[in-house]
Every structure is written in C-alpha cells, then in structure tokens.
C-alpha cells in the first residue's frame, strides 16, 4: 500500500445521499481478485448510458471537475460489505472522501485500502457543496498527520477523527500482515521472553 501523503486538490462534489455500494461498484464486475481495474467502472451504471455513452450528466464526466477528494452526501457506502468499492474509489484516483457518516464496513474497507473516509458535520459539508458550485477550482488541503481539513479558496476549515492505528498505517503505507510483519522483532522478543516451560 502506498503512504498517505498530503492531499492538496481540487474535489468532485456528489451531494447525493445514501449512495451505495452496489452503485460505487455494481456486483456484475465483482469477478476479479487483484485490485486492478476497477476504477474503470467506478459509478459505471451513472456514469454511461444504457448504449454504452457517456451521460454528460453525471459529474464525472463533467470536466469542471477533478482532483482526488470526493465530496459526497450523508451515508456513504451504505449497503453490501464488498471491499470491492474501496477498491474502485482508490483505482480511479480518489484518496479521500468526505461526508457528513459512512456506513461502518465502508469505513473499514477505506482505511484498509489506503483510502482516508473523513467525517464532517451536516453544515460543514454543506458549506463545501455550496463553495464547489460557485467555485469548481476550490482547492482544498487534507492534513493526515495534523488530522485537519481545510479550504484553501475560503475560510472554510475543521479537525477530524481518525483511530490511531489505521492512521499510523495509512501514514506508514502498512495494511494489517505489514503492520504484523513489521512488529516480527519486538514479537520475537515476546516470544522469547514467555516461553512456557
């Protein structure tokens, strides 16, 4: 997993609530066991048409829009347990999304994958849709370390909660076996030290 670094970018607003994740990833392409690929059909049954077009519609296909922030409405990643939506978020190029609650197993997914779930109040992300459509090029800066999400275009800023270990792994570039590996000597000395005899 790569290290988390400091996010500074612009976002893509989807203020649709209780987007789920058979939408994020629809089950169809569930198929594979690598995690390559699936960025490719991330939203796919909004992002295209049933013959196979692009729906101008959607903001993904709207170039006003980019960067590796999704701003999305409240209860995010509700729905199935599939890790597979993680996975097509972090494919596709998102290292962040924000919304004001995220359906738990989602949550978990994204801190295992190198994907960081912020947690806003109602009004706070509020305020960023609102900023983003008077202004698509608003940049905004995500701080790991600091634990601090801020627009840089306005005054817009807040903290946010992140468990200590996930965070250290993400920091780190550490899923669960690399954080294990990386304990194999303080383990060793444990072992050594309570040996039953």
Same mark, same amino acid.
């Given at each position: +997993?790569?290290?988390?670094?400091?996010?500074?970018?612009?976002?893509? /607003? +989807? /203020? +649709?609530?209780?987007?789920?994740?058979?939408?994020?990833? *629809? $089950? #169809?392409?569930?198929?594979?066991?690598?995690? @390559?690929? =699936?960025?490719?059909?991330?939203?796919? @049954?909004?992002?295209?048409?049933?013959?196979?077009? %692009?729906?101008?519609?959607?903001?993904?296909?709207?170039?006003?829009?980019?960067? %590796?922030?999704?701003?999305?409405?409240?209860?995010?990643? !509700?729905?199935?347990? #599939?890790?597979? $939506?993680?996975?097509?978020?972090? @494919?596709?190029? =998102? #290292?962040?999304?924000?919304?004001?609650?995220?359906?738990?197993?989602?949550?978990?997914?994204?801190?295992?994958?190198?994907?960081? *779930?912020?947690?806003?109040? /109602?009004?706070?992300?509020?305020?960023? =849709?609102?900023?983003?459509?008077?202004? /698509?090029? $608003?940049?905004?800066?995500?701080?790991?370390?600091?634990?601090?999400?801020? !627009?840089?275009?306005?005054?817009?800023?807040?903290?946010?909660?992140?468990?200590?270990?996930?965070?250290? !792994?993400?920091?780190?570039?550490? @899923?669960?076996?690399?954080?294990?590996?990386?304990?194999?000597?303080?383990?060793?000395? =444990?072992?050594?030290?309570?040996?039953?005899?």
């Amino acid at each position: +997993m790569e290290k988390f670094k400091n996010i500074n970018s612009t976002a893509v /607003p +989807m /203020p +649709m609530e209780n987007i789920d994740t058979d939408q994020i990833i *629809p $089950a #169809r392409f569930l198929k594979a066991t690598t995690r @390559d690929g =699936f960025g490719e059909n991330l939203f796919v @049954d909004w992002r295209k048409e049933s013959d196979g077009t %692009e729906n101008e519609n959607f903001v993904l296909n709207n170039d006003l829009y980019r960067g %590796e922030i999704l701003i999305a409405g409240r209860n995010f990643g !509700c729905g199935s347990s #599939r890790e597979h $939506a993680a996975w097509a978020l972090y @494919d596709y190029g =998102f #290292r962040v999304v924000v919304s004001s609650f995220f359906a738990d197993i989602f949550k978990g997914n994204a801190l295992n994958n190198g994907l960081l *779930p912020i947690t806003v109040s /109602p009004e706070f992300l509020n305020q960023i =849709f609102e900023l983003i459509e008077s202004n /698509p090029t $608003a940049n905004f800066a995500v701080d790991l370390e600091k634990q601090t999400f801020i !627009c840089q275009t306005a005054a817009l800023e807040t903290s946010f909660e992140v468990n200590a270990y996930k965070k250290h !792994c993400l920091l780190n570039g550490l @899923d669960d076996t690399d954080f294990l590996v990386s304990q194999k000597s303080e383990i060793e000395v =444990f072992e050594k030290e309570h040996v039953i005899a």
